[in-house]
């Protein structure tokens, strides 16, 4: 999950944030600034934890500015210090493992390249809390009729957790529904293309099937506090349409439960709330948030966003297909069959009329054949094969059927892998 004004849609949005246990947080919009964003999470999971730092952005931007060459580093009441180190992706990652303890402050500490230094609040670990269960459901009423809805229960009577935020990360199968061993290799090509020869080689790779995996990117809150218990029942993390192409094969989904403090739970929220209801802010208030990170010298005008959050963690992970929510099978996403058409000189595509899966004529180029269809086929083959990423499916001289990325290598999906994951169970 990002910290990032990529939540705020559609304006840029900087707040004020004043937490007291008791009143209202007050809000006051800022002009824009070049302002440090502070992301970190200090865990109870035996691990190298993580800070990130960044610098706020237009929306607009392509990318965000990382906050680079920083010193950081953690301090705790028992009197140790640990040191970060900033790793290739602009994250700041500790040179040692390890993990929040129960009963023992936390500050973390930020000196900027500039020399400009920031101070957490101290902060403690939060109760322990477990996920129950974690299923899928098929919802039948609601806004959400007839879509698949992930819920969640914690049963927490027996501890003091009461504010939690959700993290979750997805992976789904993908099979391609067209295949082959073999692949298209374009040699001796002179004049741009004009003039090639194609060789039938065994593919090199997995390309039929992968996993493609991707995660949460909103902020997923609830709390207890106003029920008359300390369960979350039937919680709805996920919601998934039923013709996604997500449940198609197999889909797994790891859900994180952050156990947050009250000022935590109510950071989050103000800023989820305020970016779901965007009548509350216009492009003549430009903003900026203020969390529990401040900067050391309280007269300097630099401001910082963020939180520096100590949570307890727990994870669970579920596996299930689509016959597994009595539903059909998802519909590929691409339409990638064809259709044999009544072979026309004149036609772009002589033999079908689908352009995700082509079957061209290598030699239609006016040798001595009909007149050459416009295009010419001998130029699209090269175009498909060459430009285009089209993968071969079968055929010999001349007549080739070749297939877009999208219905042949599955490499070519955004965030896949052909590298079945260690977690995955089929």
């Known amino acids: 999950m990002k910290i990032s004004f990529k939540y705020f849609s559609p304006f840029l949005f900087v707040f004020f944030l004043c937490f007291n246990c008791t009143e209202e947080i007050a809000l006051e919009t800022e002009a824009f600034e070049d302002v440090l964003v502070v992301e970190a999470t200090l865990t109870n999971e035996l691990k190298h934890q993580e800070v990130k730092l960044s ?8 990318s965000e500015t990382i906050e680079n060459n920083a010193i950081v580093s953690i301090v705790n009441t028992l009197g140790e210090t640990y040191n970060f180190s900033q790793n290739g992706e602009g994250i700041y990652v500790s040179n040692s493992t390890f993990e ?20 957490s609040l101290e902060t403690q670990l939060t109760p322990l809390s477990q996920i129950d269960e974690l299923y899928p459901e098929l919802t039948q009423e609601g806004p959400n009729a007839n879509k698949i809805q992930v819920f969640l229960n914690s049963n927490n009577e027996t501890t003091n957790a009461q504010y939690f935020r959700y993290e979750y990360i997805e992976t789904h199968k993908i099979i391609m529904p067209y295949y082959s061993e073999f692949d298209a290799e ?3 090509i002179v004049n741009g293309g004009q003039e090639f020869d194609i060789v039938v080689v065994p593919q090199t790779e997995n ?5 493609i995996t991707n995660a949460s990117t909103n902020i997923i809150q609830t709390s207890t506090n106003d029920l008359n218990n300390n369960i979350i029942n039937k919680f709805a993390i996920r919601t998934i349409d039923q013709d996604d192409a997500l449940l198609r094969e197999r889909y797994s989904i790891k859900v994180k439960q952050y156990v947050q403090n009250f000022e935590a739970y109510q950071y989050y929220k103000i800023i989820n709330d ?7 802010l216009s492009e003549s208030q430009p903003g900026f948030v203020v969390g529990n990170v401040k900067p050391v010298d309280a007269s300097s005008s630099k401001r910082v966003i963020g939180y520096f959050d100590v949570s307890s963690v727990s994870s669970r992970r579920i596996f299930f297909n689509f016959n597994d929510v009595n539903i059909s099978q998802p519909p590929y996403p691409y339409n990638c069959e064809y259709e044999t058409n009544t072979f026309n000189p004149t036609s772009p595509y002589p033999f079908n009329n689908n352009e995700n899966h082509l079957i061209l004529d290598y030699t239609l180029a006016g040798e ?28 010999d001289f001349p007549i080739y059927t070749i297939l877009s990325p999208a219905c042949s290598d599955c490499t070519s999906f955004s965030s896949s892998s052909n590298i079945q994951p260690d977690f995955w169970e089929d």
Do not use: H, M, W
């Open 55 to 62: 610098k706020t952005y237009f929306l607009e931007g392509n």
């Open 100 to 119: 929040a303890v129960p009963n023992t402050n936390y500050k973390l500490i930020i000196k900027t390249s500039d020399g400009k230094e920031y101070n």
């Open 186 to 188: 374009l040699i001796n």
């Open 207 to 211: 390309k039929q099937t992968c996993y």
């Open 274 to 280: 305020l970016s779901a209801d965007e009548s509350l």
């Open 368 to 395: 001595g054949g009909p007149p050459p269809p416009i295009p010419n086929q001998r130029g699209l083959l090269y175009n498909y094969l060459a430009n285009k990423n089209y993968q071969y499916l079968e055929g």
